[in-house]
């Protein structure tokens, strides 16, 4: 009984102090791309981190692209612009015809059995169309004697997998004092 008396009391005393040390403390939220991305170092999918509380695509974001893109800045753009965090800085990419933001660079030799297709079909073709050989593969592909065959490489990808040349470091807006 004694024993048990000594378990309970210690139980008590260690108790409330094991639970506190247990506690996580409440994470820091951003709403600043910039200082969201300078606190996270990477993230790809900002929007599923609850730390961002700002909006999916911040505003200065959006207009740093149009910056750098030379377009008007719009709410077209804002739309189809996606941006995310690499070591620290804001990266963001507007979605196109033939860019594709949200893919990994496919940096596979190998053909597809839609451009081994496509070369049964038209043999000797200078080149196999970004429908047939995938928008995010980093090769040129051609049609050789009916067998598709990588002719250069065209595209390059960046630290975290994706197209290097569609994704733009976005610097904070400079204020005009």
Not at 18 to 40: E, K, L, N, R
Not at 57 to 69: F, T
Not at 95 to 106: K, R
Not at 128 to 143: G, Q
């Amino acid at each position: 009984m004694r024993y048990l008396t000594w378990l309970l009391a210690l139980a008590l005393l260690v108790g409330p102090v094991a639970a506190s040390a247990a506690a996580p403390a409440p994470a820091q939220t951003y709403s600043d791309p910039f200082a969201y991305c300078a606190a996270v170092g990477t993230a790809d999918s900002p929007g599923a981190d609850a730390r961002w509380k700002g909006p999916k695509v911040p505003v200065s974001v959006a207009s740093g692209l149009a910056r750098l893109l030379t377009v008007p800045m719009g709410e077209h753009l804002q739309k189809v612009t996606y941006w995310r965090c690499m070591d620290g800085q804001v990266y963001a990419c507007a979605v196109g015809a033939n860019i594709p933001c949200l893919s990994q660079a496919n940096t596979s030799r190998t053909p597809t059995p839609g451009m081994i297709a496509y070369c049964q079909t038209n043999s000797n073709a200078d080149f196999i169309p970004m429908y047939v050989r995938d928008r995010a593969n980093i090769y040129d592909w051609r049609c050789q004697g009916g067998h598709p065959v990588i002719t250069r490489q065209i595209g390059q990808p960046d630290a975290r997998g994706y197209l290097k040349s569609f994704w733009y470091r976005i610097e904070p807006a400079r204020s005009r004092s």
